[in-house]
């Protein structure tokens, strides 16, 4: 009897030796392809029958569920949130100016009514505090979003007042990962005559460019 078995070269597993295939991991057998090779002519032997194999099963991807339009934030309830927004940055960043900006325009004016040329130190003090002030802006304004936008109230201040939240294509909140890289897609949003931002108008979805890249959306709540 030990001889009629052999062990499949995949997986080592012993199957009869006049099977085709292991019982185990459907692996092919060295035994039986050599009986199953075409029999001489003359000789009546039936074809083996092909083993039937499972066809490959494709990626499951979610489905994307579409609620009634109602459900979506539009265009303009989205830009009333982001002008409340940019009224709460303004009044923080606002101190922030007068601190580091305001003081070398003061010395600007200040010799220009002494009929003198602004000195080139003053001009590099104000473009220095210029360039610290819109490095600090931006950051403080990356974080104001991608913290709040990934936080439980899945949005900034101005959503949070008009109930708005953003998620993502399934509904869930969204990592702060994900929401930094909408804060940066909304950079290409606002190119082009802030075409990718007119188009919560239009798409399905009320969907932003930025939120068709990164694969979210703004719901009602």
Known sequence: MADNLVFCTQCGAQSSGEAGFCQKCGARLAAAAAVAAPAPRGEGYPAAAAPAYPAAASPAYPAVPVLPEGYYGGFWIRVAAYLIDHVLLGIVVAPFYFLLIFPNVLKIIQQAQENSEPSPEVFASMFGAIFMFAGAAFVGNWLYEALLTSSSWQGTVG???????????????????????????????????????????????????????????????
């Open 159 to 221: 959503k949070r007042i008009l109930r708005l939240k953003v998620t993502d294509d399934q509904g869930n909140r969204i990592s702060f990962a994900r929401a930094t890289g909408r804060f940066f897609a909304k950079i290409l949003s606002g190119m082009v005559m802030y075409v990718g931002f007119i188009m919560v108008a239009f798409m399905e979805r009320k969907r932003g460019l930025h939120d068709v890249i990164c694969g979210t959306q703004v719901l009602r709540y």
